[in-house]
């Protein structure tokens, strides 16, 4: 099991790696040249998003399944559990007064009230843009069925690149998205033989696709254009993923129709 793991450990290990190095740097900077950096990693992560959200193909399911996933996300409350993950964590691991951390969140924007911590804030962000894209998926799939690593090697290097730019913008709490890394791709790595047979080229298609939306509400936080509770709409990924499914059935109910 460990072998076939190999992969996503490495993907975890670029993380904390990356995270360390963002952490080192930003202590060596000013408050001004921090927001410089959050500004970049928001416009990085606005460009990533753009990427794959525009490969979308049937924009109509992307638009339903962002409206009913963010509406079950609210009603769930995912946002909030997950922040509350980051705040154990935090206390786990953390070291940082209530106060400064509050006062950090609203001056980042950070989504929800105003004991949202950086590190919650870091942590929640961070799981979501390096588990939403089709290299996860794909990837893991190539890992679990092939013992091919190539692709979580890739996204490794990435993740690593890009956990030095959200760590030195957000803080420690974007190293602890390894966790998140390790459960999401190691549930895809070690089930991959029971579930590729129902994942197509369309499905990985509008995954990336609802996934890059999700990537551009992250941007949109980080450039402090409005404050999104992006996690609220993670059902999103589930709702896609039933419509892709259940495409056959609903081109033929529209034919019928028509």
Excluded at 158 to 174: E, K, N, P, R, Y
């Amino acid at each position: 099991m460990l072998a076939i793991m190999i992969g996503t450990i490495v993907n975890c290990i670029a993380i904390i790696v990356g995270s360390l190095l963002g952490i080192l740097f930003a202590r060596k900077i000013s408050e001004d040249l921090s927001d410089v950096i959050r500004s970049a990693a928001g416009i990085v992560t606005l460009i990533i998003g753009m990427q794959m959200a525009l490969q979308v193909q049937n924009v109509i399911y992307l638009a339903l399944a962002l409206i009913i996933g963010g509406i079950l996300g609210s009603w769930w409350d995912v946002d909030g559990k997950i922040l509350a993950l980051g705040h154990f964590l935090e206390r786990r691991f953390g070291t940082a007064s209530r106060t400064a951390v509050a006062t950090e969140a609203a001056a980042q924007g950070t989504p929800g009230d105003g004991n949202n911590s950086r590190f919650a804030y870091a942590f929640l962000n961070s799981s979501v843009l390096f588990c939403v894209g089709a290299m996860a998926i794909v990837g893991s799939f190539k890992a679990g069925t092939e013992g091919d690593y190539t692709m979580l090697y890739t996204k490794s290097v990435l993740d690593g690149f890009m956990s030095i730019v959200f760590a030195a913008a957000m803080g420690i709490g974007t190293a602890f998205s390894a966790l998140s890394i390790l459960v999401y791709q190691g549930l895809l790595t070690l089930g991959s033989q029971y579930i590729k047979q129902w994942v197509s080229p369309q499905m990985i298609t509008e995954l990336t696709a609802t996934g890059g939306a999700l990537i551009l509400m992250i941007a949109i936080n980080l450039l402090r254009l409005r404050s999104l509770k992006t996690a609220n709409y993670l059902p999103a990924i589930v709702v896609i993923v039933a419509f892709i499914l259940a495409d056959p059935i609903i081109v033929r109910i529209a034919a019928f129709i028509v």
